[in-house]
T-cell receptor
């Protein structure tokens, strides 16, 4: 079973508008972390935001916020006031505390295109 | 603070040839990861080291891929012999050991094209 599911292969948003990128996850661990990374066309993976499973408040980092709904196992990324430079691939990822190898497992990504 | 360094950035080889990629993690990061990212997909973990010991290599095709991390710092990922389906970006990442809530820091990747 997929641990991280991103159902939107591509999204368009107009400049200055807000956009939500969907992410659902599957884990039986009580302790886990959810991450969002941005990957521009240049290829590097840029960390955006983190949400811990025990965090009571939704994480925010500047224009990025994470809409965390634990019961629904969803961790959607909200980008407010989109900018042209936000055009990139966005990956949701999860790190589970259980086991000896707390690796980061990625979804398949969503390509965001910001238009004028 | 210096980031994760990788080389070479680009490599083109023919199938059945060999190739090696090098990674230098962020100073003080004991955990090092190699991910494979095929075009249009999310990164997939190949191998994870903690210091110079392997903690997860379950998705490493061991008949052709090998990796080592000498002295718990730099790491090398080798492919021999390469197949067409190995064309991908190989991403190296590092993180603080034991800080499972912390993010992974990625290098710029090494793009491999197998002809």
């Amino acid at each position: 079973a997929q641990k991280i599911t991103q159902t939107q292969p591509g999204m368009f948003v107009q400049e200055k508008e807000a956009v939500t990128l969907d992410c659902t996850y599957d884990t039986s661990d009580q302790s886990y972390g959810l991450f969002w990374y941005k990957q521009p066309s240049s290829g590097e993976m840029i960390f955006l935001i983190y949400q811990g499973s025990y965090d009571e408040q939704n994480a925010t980092e500047g224009r990025y916020s994470l809409n965390f709904q634990k019961a629904r196992k969803s961790a959607n990324l909200v980008i407010s006031a989109s900018q042209l430079g936000d055009s990139a691939m966005y990956f949701c990822a999860m790190r589970e505390r259980g086991g000896t190898a707390s690796k980061l497992t990625f979804g398949t990504g969503t390509r965001l295109q910001v238009t004028l | 603070e210096a980031g994760v360094a990788q080389s070479p950035r680009y490599k083109i080889i023919e199938k059945r040839q060999s190739v090696a990629f090098w990674c230098n993690p962020i100073s003080g990061h004991a955990t090092l990861y190699w991910y494979q990212q095929i075009l249009g997909q999310g990164p997939k973990l190949l191998i994870q080291f903690q210091n110079n010991g392997v903690v997860d290599d379950s998705q490493l095709p061991k008949d052709r891929f090998s990796a080592e991390r000498l002295k718990g710092v730099d790491s090398t990922l080798k492919i021999q012999p390469a197949k067409l389906e190995d064309s991908a970006v190989y991403l190296c990442a590092s993180s603080l050991t034991g800080v499972w809530t912390g993010e992974l820091f990625f290098g710029e990747g090494s793009r491999l094209t197998v002809l």
